[in-house]
């Protein structure tokens, strides 16, 4: 019995020259966003952002990255073994491999061979996320545990609270889509939306998974548990240098994924509207671009919303937010049943 | 038995609480208007002076590192080693250390004048009273504001350096700019 029905598979040496293109485009995508949003939220300041290092401050995610990782490994005396170090490794490697089944496109011929231009494309699609939000949570979990540290610890405990309680929502938010995409399979789900983005049917589910995912990836209003008034930078106050690096590359990685799912099951993927049928190498910037558009949103949010309180985030995950995503799941299968017949 | 606070109590009135639907209207309208407050923003000009490269000009009367000061015709010092302003100074930071001035060497033009005139500038705190106090008006503030140095001796200025015609670093700013 197999876990999941693969929709489409390739010969083993594609696959691996796919995943080293996408974990190549991952790992240079992660340094333009954390640029971007360097530079933007300066401009939502008023302000320039940074523009000393290389032409407009372009090299300054790599100035980031060669600083930190020159820094000394500390590990404080508290820490517990090898805990403190794999924590930041389960964070970068989730979100990694919730990276791979973002569909970029849809089934091309490259010099005459099909390729996918996806990672894999599983039957479980939503489902493989979501078991990686899940074990990615224990990064943030264990990162602040072992840490040994009270401030760790506190982060790690609102990461808990906060990511039980909206990974639920964002679930349901979900559930819609599939009812009425019929298929788990994300490339499936993109293929569905030929007629029309979910968006528009979906709104409300666009909005709870929207919000479900910065609650997801703990940006802003939702970064209780880095938190860095309160509690000095939550899980990774203990962290620097590499693994600090680490958890930073995993939070930027996360926003990127939580974009691509956005994209694919919500703003119809590689589609474009109004009938336009582009060639297929376009298809992966079409993604690219509308990607980009999420991510803008992240970081205009985050430049917006001031942080919430610990009580109006569980009430607002619990009395509005879940209901909202019942209530939407609920009314899409009635109406899925009624205009089925 | 309750205390009785009398008249000391203060009704106040409030609103009544919003229901449920119309606080989540709220929050969401209030959400939506705070984007647009930020987006409006990001499309601003940035209010950023790049400080190395365009300085912040500075008022005429703007308190700045010391000058001393010669005369004009004769390039004779105007300082005649009074001390005023060492008594003046709040801050204690000016050093002032006076000599008969000689007929073969005539420094100044008065009696006397400053053989030593340091002005510590790490214990400054630019309130012009130096300048107030100078009779001849041989020590004035000037515009340079730019005095980091990386040790505390390389502050000490020196006659010689508060007498030299100092880099006119600063932009100077109109008086109703």
């Known amino acids: 019995m197999s876990l999941a029905i693969v929709g489409y598979y390739e010969a083993w040496w594609i696959q691996i020259v796919k995943a080293i293109v996408i974990f190549a485009v991952g790992l240079q995508l992660v340094p333009i966003v954390l640029l971007a949003e360097r530079k933007l939220l300066g401009r939502f300041q008023a302000r320039y952002g940074p523009n000393r290092v290389g032409p407009y401050g372009a090299l300054q995610p790599l100035a980031d990255i060669v600083k930190l990782l020159t820094k000394e490994q500390f590990r404080p005396s508290t820490s517990t073994g090898f805990l403190f170090a794999l924590a930041p490794t389960i964070s970068i490697m989730t979100a990694v491999a919730a990276f791979a089944i973002i569909p970029f496109g849809n089934v091309q011929n490259i010099f005459g061979t099909p390729v996918g231009l996806y990672g894999i494309d599983v039957s479980i699609g939503p489902l493989y996320l979501f078991a990686f939000g899940a074990v990615a949570f224990y990064g943030i979990m264990l990162g602040g545990w072992s840490s040994g540290s009270k401030y760790s610890f506190l982060g790690a405990m609102r990461g808990a609270a906060q990511l039980i309680s909206y990974e639920v929502s964002q679930g349901l938010a979900l559930v819609g889509v599939i009812f009425t995409a019929g298929t788990l399979s994300l490339t499936g789900i993109v293929q569905a939306q030929q007629g029309m983005w979910y968006v528009v049917p979906q709104f409300f589910g666009f909005i709870v998974f929207l919000v479900a995912g910065f609650a997801e990836t703990n940006r802003a209003p939702f970064d209780l548990v880095e938190a860095d008034a309160e509690l000095v930078g939550g899980y990774n106050t203990e962290y620097g240098g590499g693994r600090f690096a680490s958890y930073y590359f995993a939070e930027y990685l996360n926003v990127l994924v939580v974009s691509g799912v956005v994209t694919t099951v919500f703003l119809g993927g590689w589609l474009l509207p109004f009938g336009i049928h582009p060639p297929g190498w376009v298809d992966p910037f079409v993604v690219l671009a509308k990607m980009g558009l999420v991510t803008f949103l992240f970081i205009w949010v985050r430049a917006t919303l001031p942080r919430l309180r610990y009580d109006q985030l569980m009430s607002f995950g619990w009395k509005i937010l879940l209901p909202l995503a019942t209530l939407n799941a609920l009314v899409t299968a009635v109406l899925v049943v009624v205009t089925h017949k | ?177």
């Not at chain 2, 229901?19 to 209030?30: D, K, P, Q």
């Not at chain 2, 002076?49 to 703007?62: A, C, D, I, Q, S």
Request: with cysteine.
């Open chain 2, 1 to 177: 038995m309750t205390w009785d606070p009398g008249k000391d109590v203060i009704q106040v009135m409030r609103t009544p609480p919003p229901g449920a639907a119309r606080s989540t209207y709220r929050a969401f309208g209030e959400t939506l208007r705070g984007l647009k407050t930020t987006f409006g923003r990001m499309l601003e000009k940035p209010v950023t002076l790049e400080y190395p490269e365009e300085k912040t000009p500075v008022y005429p009367r703007f308190r700045g590192r010391h000058k001393l000061h010669r005369f004009e015709d004769t390039g004779l010092e105007k300082c005649v080693g009074c001390s005023l302003c060492a008594a003046a100074c709040p801050a204690d930071c000016i050093r002032v250390v006076a000599a008969e001035n000689t007929p073969e060497t005539k420094v100044s033009a008065g009696e006397r004048y400053a053989a030593v005139y340091e002005i510590n500038l790490s214990r400054c705190i630019f309130c012009g009273y130096c300048e107030v106090a100078c009779p001849f008006d041989a020590i004035t503030m000037g515009h340079d504001y730019e005095m980091s140095d990386y040790s505390r001796s390389d502050l000490i200025f020196t006659k010689e350096m508060l007498l030299a015609e100092p880099l006119e670093r600063t932009p100077l700013r109109r008086e109703g700019e």
